[in-house]
């Protein structure tokens, strides 16, 4: 693990050393829209970079690719978050009621789910190496995502607005689901029941944990809207001052 610890770090001075670069030098819209597609496209490339390598050595991609369902849809929620922020680059209107709904999805969810992928990563602790290209690009592919999501308010496009930061929670949670369920459902009719049990979108069939049966994703969403709350209640509290707070302006 310590080998990881000082991986991750390495990657987070690079990914603050971007970030400072970027806004130092990326002064106008363009510039940053090409940067969030970069940003996005890099982690794509690297999520995929082993399939690529067999697709074009010839080996066994097809065998690999029946081994890595979230490389046919986004079975996890930073799979999601990935496709996300390459959509958002790609929004003409960033400021729409679609653009802030992105930004707080991939902002607010980004960050957690980035940075477990990046400290508590599955395929590390399974195999606890940095000499496996896939423990590697695993964990360099959330650090990359991770630079993205730090991107956004970097750029402005994060908000601290309690009522639509909340609004937005609650129908990613629902959104999630809806993706997990479909997913799931894929496997299920397209492979087997066995397939979707073992895919687990979402988490929606049982718990990833071993030992916490009842953390399935109803009860982590149950846990996230009271989390994300208390989050944004104190963002609120830190970043506002007293008359532009929500509850002080509802008093109103």
Do not use: Q
């Amino acid at each position: 693990m310590d080998k990881l610890l000082l991986f991750n770090f390495a990657l987070i001075t690079v990914i603050i050393l971007g970030l400072w670069c970027t806004k130092k030098f990326l002064k106008s819209e363009s510039s940053r829209n090409i940067a969030l597609a970069i940003a996005a496209s890099c982690t794509i490339l690297l999520h995929y970079s082993t399939l690529i390598g067999k697709l074009v050595s010839g080996k066994d991609a097809i065998g690999y690719l029946s081994t890595t369902p979230n490389l046919i849809l986004p079975i996890y929620p930073c799979n999601v978050v990935m496709w996300s922020a390459l959509i958002f680059a790609f929004l003409k209107n960033k400021n729409s009621k679609i653009g802030k709904f992105f930004v707080d999805y991939i902002f607010w969810f980004g960050i957690l789910s980035t940075l477990v992928g990046m400290f508590a990563n599955v395929d590390f602790i399974k195999n606890p190496t940095l000499a496996d290209w896939e423990n590697v690009k695993s964990i360099t592919a959330h650090a990359t995502l991770l630079f993205n999501v730090l991107l956004l308010p970097i750029f402005g496009y994060v908000k601290i607005d309690l009522k639509r930061n909340m609004t937005n929670m609650i129908l990613s949670i629902v959104v999630m689901a809806l993706i997990g369920n479909y997913c799931n459902l894929v496997f299920h009719v397209l492979v087997s029941k066995d397939a979707a049990y073992n895919v687990n979108s979402m988490f929606l069939i049982h718990s990833p944990f071993d030992g916490v049966d009842f953390l399935t994703y109803p009860m982590i969403a149950l846990m996230a809207v009271p989390f994300y709350f208390i989050v944004f209640m104190v963002c609120d509290f830190c970043f506002h001052k007293p008359e532009e707070r929500f509850f002080n302006k509802i008093k109103k």
